[in-house]
T-cell receptor, first 110, second 116 residues
Framework: EDQVTQSPEALRLQEGESSSLNCSYTVSGLRGLFWYRQDPGKGPEFLFT???AGEEKEKERLKATLTKKESFLHITAPKPEDSATYLC???????????FGEGTQLTVNP | DSGVTQTPKHLITATGQRVTLRCSPR?????VYWYQQSLDQGLQFLIQ???????AKGNILERFSAQQFPDLHSELNLSSLELGDSALYFC???????????????FGPGTRLTVL
């Protein structure tokens, strides 16, 4: 069974204070690791897909990296508008479903 | 805006009732997925349809059913509702990706179901 664990559960940062969110996973044959951003009461917004260890992707202040056991979402010089819950999900060879972690709730204070 | 639409946005109903949630995928996407998000369980996969056919099933209760129509929109039917069915229900869609990697799922805005 695929499993995803995200840490920390919650993170408070000051504006400009860089940090990283962790996503540890176990999956039978990784076919993709996905990062989403979710605002309260809204649908998950797609950020990145990573397919193989060593892959990195960047978008504005966010950078996602992937190893064989975990993924990191690095946030550089965050702004208050980056406040949201960040979700990590994996898809393995066992089927089409995404298995999600519980998310990291990020708050960036001005 | 992901291009996935869901109606209604909010639904309030009573225990024992039946409701239908509707989803229109992004233009050209053949796969539709349904997920449930509750406070204590996070996002849980329910079911997937591909071009009108059921492709995969997750933790979907027997009281729940879904279908995908020829125009590719999908409906999730929830019956004999219980208090514990109160949750956000999301639809996602995807297009096949070339190569071995999984296609990306794009999520709709969700339907908030409240069962009283």
């Amino acid at each position: 069974e695929d499993q995803v664990t995200q840490s920390p559960e919650a993170l408070r940062l000051q504006e400009g204070e860089s940090s990283s969110l962790n996503c540890s996973y176990t999956v039978s044959g990784l076919r993709g690791l996905f990062w989403y951003r979710q605002d309260p009461g809204k649908g998950p917004e797609f950020l990145f897909t990573l397919y193989s260890a060593g892959e990195e992707k960047e978008k504005e202040r966010l950078k996602a990296t992937l190893t064989k056991k975990e993924s990191f979402l690095h946030i550089t010089a965050p702004k208050p508008e980056d406040s949201a819950t960040y979700l990590c999900a994996v898809r393995g060879t066992s089927g089409s479903r995404l298995t999600f972690g519980e998310g990291t709730q990020l708050t960036v204070n001005p | 805006d992901s291009g996935v639409t869901q109606t209604p946005k909010h639904l309030i109903t009573a225990t024992g009732q039946r409701v239908t949630l509707r989803c229109s995928p992004r233009s050209g996407d053949l796969s539709v997925y349904w997920y449930q998000q509750s406070l204590d369980q996070g996002l849980q996969f329910l079911i997937q349809y591909y071009n009108g056919e059921e492709r995969a099933k997750g933790n979907i209760l027997e009281r729940f059913s879904a279908q995908q129509f020829p125009d590719l929109h999908s409906e999730l039917n929830l019956s004999s509702l219980e208090l514990g069915d109160s949750a956000l229900y999301f639809c996602a869609s995807s297009a096949p990706r070339e190569g071995q990697g999984a296609d990306t799922q794009y999520f709709g805005p969700g339907t908030r179901l409240t069962v009283l």
